[in-house]
């Protein structure tokens, strides 16, 4: 049974809209003010902070004769490549302080004979277009506290919708996690709605992670943290909601990200976990307990009561690339293993006021949970290089898999930038990897595969973006799948820059 209004009131307490009072409000605002004074001073000295720079207008367009083109666009890429991610990092002079903060920059490249069109947009939210009307920020984020009237607001009222995005029984949605999920106008990327699958679960948290099912089925959950509870959604292939069930899960901590198998959900409890104690932003909010431990919580897909818990190390993660049963009880995964969440807590922050980031990185790590023995064990399959954004083919999701695409860093302290440098397509049984190293003054974006097939040979193409903060152009880069070392073989490149975004998808015309 969902307690609307508990979990409604839980996220408020939690620090996900409760406005500040004024003397602390004309604080807060003076700190914006400050972070846009040090990230002009910080892009004269390090000009690949462009990333983390705002756009320029709340819309951009592109046509074929104004897209620079080299090589040929494959013509079975018929479609959209669509990315979502923080774009509006300053609200009038205004600088938020964490990279999650910003609003949703929603664009995409529309593939069609071999030619390319771009356009995107900042999402005009609720939010967005109460503050374009005020003239200043109004809304707290998910690490700034900002100037508001002292109320508790609900999530929808601040919420961005600037993680990923989706399509999914003819809707397109501009995925956040602390509210709903936003259905787009598919013409004009323009806001429509909050997504509204029933009047219980209206305005409840919704993942910018689902996963979606071999049946068409879409998983996907919502947390809170001070409730100790995990809501899970099951949506059906026509988009009609056939389950949300509400999990107990104590010490709820951070969660970006879920498996699913052929038979099961998984989620993995990292030791960062929410703190009634501690005041501040929502991000604030959560400490690191490594002496705790984490768990993995798996779910019979067909009986959510019949749940099993196993101990882990601990470790942080965002992303995970698969999960599949190998028939003997045991759930194998793919994922990105950070020691501790301090880029988030600190690097994701040092960038947004202009500075060289820290914290820790990311090793890409195979594991194994044995649901018989109750235990956990895994390696990494690829450590030394920062890792991040393992991508597979789509419509293997719970199912095995032996390829995964994503982006390695370069750990020279010499390098152009400190942030991604190459695409891979790293082979999970052999380990080998196939490696594109992109000029030194483009940063790299998250790949995605799209298969030339249903089957698991790794056959297709990796679509990416990559900012040049050289010469201020962002550009899309086709990779033929089975062999990226041989370079794109395409590259459009706009006639503008974006900033640097989280995650996409390619959608088939």
Excluded at 16 to 45: C, H, P, Q, V
Aim: charged share 20%; aromatic share 10%.
């Amino acid at each position: 049974m969902i307690d609307r209004r508990t979990f409604m009131t839980s996220l408020a307490i939690a620090g996900l809209g409760l406005a500040g009072t004024s003397a602390a409000a004309l604080a807060d605002a003076n700190a914006m003010r400050r972070r846009s004074l040090n990230f002009k001073i910080g892009l004269r000295e390090r000009p690949w902070l462009l990333g983390w720079d705002a756009m320029d207008a709340p819309t951009c367009a592109a046509g074929p004769d104004e897209i620079q083109v080299e090589g040929r666009i494959p013509a079975s890429l018929d479609g959209d490549f669509m990315r979502n991610g923080p774009g509006g990092h300053v609200v009038f002079g205004h600088r938020y302080r964490h990279w999650f903060d910003g609003d949703g920059l929603v664009h995409r490249f529309r593939l069609k004979d071999g030619e390319v069109r771009h356009d995107g947009r900042i999402i005009d939210t609720p939010k967005w277009r109460a503050e374009q009307a005020a003239v200043k920020p109004l809304f707290d984020a998910f690490d700034t506290d900002v100037d508001g009237s002292g109320i508790q607001q609900k999530p929808d009222a601040m919420n961005t919708g600037n993680i990923n995005i989706i399509r999914h029984a003819g809707r397109l949605l501009a995925l956040w996690e602390g509210g709903s999920a936003i259905e787009l106008d598919p013409v004009t990327l323009g806001f429509r709605s909050f997504l509204a699958l029933s009047p219980k679960t209206s305005g409840l948290p919704f993942s910018a992670h689902p996963r979606l099912d071999s049946d068409g089925s879409l998983w996907s959950f919502g947390y809170a943290g001070y409730l100790g509870k995990i809501l899970l959604y099951r949506i059906r292939p026509d988009g009609r909601l056939h389950t949300a069930h509400l999990i107990d899960a104590p010490d709820t901590p951070m969660l970006h990200d879920f498996m699913i198998t052929d038979r099961h959900i998984v989620f993995i409890l990292t030791p960062w976990r929410y703190d009634r104690s501690v005041s501040g932003t929502f991000l604030e909010h959560h400490r690191w307990q490594p002496e705790k431990g984490g768990q993995a919580l798996i779910i019979d897909k067909n009986d959510l009561a019949r749940q099993q818990t196993v101990d882990l190390p601990p470790f942080w993660t965002f992303h995970f690339g698969n999960a599949w049963e190998d028939g003997s009880g045991v759930i194998r995964f793919d994922y990105c293993r950070y020691v501790d969440p301090s880029a988030t807590t600190e690097g994701f922050r040092q960038v947004m006021n202009g500075e060289a980031p820290t914290g820790s990185s990311a090793s890409y790590d195979q594991a194994r949970i044995d649901t018989v023995a109750g235990t956990f064990s895994g390696a990494a399959l690829i450590d030394g290089p920062a890792v991040e954004f393992p991508r597979v083919h789509p419509a293997r999701m719970g199912q095995r898999t032996d390829h995964a695409v994503m982006l390695l860093a370069d750990p020279d302290a010499g390098a152009a930038h400190p942030y991604f440098t190459t695409t891979a397509m790293v082979n999970q049984d052999s380990g080998r990897v196939d490696a594109f190293v992109h000029d030194a003054r483009e940063i790299a974006e998250e790949a995605v595969f799209v298969p030339a097939t249903a089957g698991n040979d790794g056959t297709g193409w990796v679509l990416q973006t990559v900012l040049d903060f050289g010469v201020s152009r962002t550009r899309l880069k086709i990779f033929d799948a089975s062999d990226l070392a041989s370079g794109p073989v395409a590259v459009a490149t706009l006639p503008y820059a974006l900033p640097l975004g989280l995650h996409g998808s390619f959608m088939k015309g």
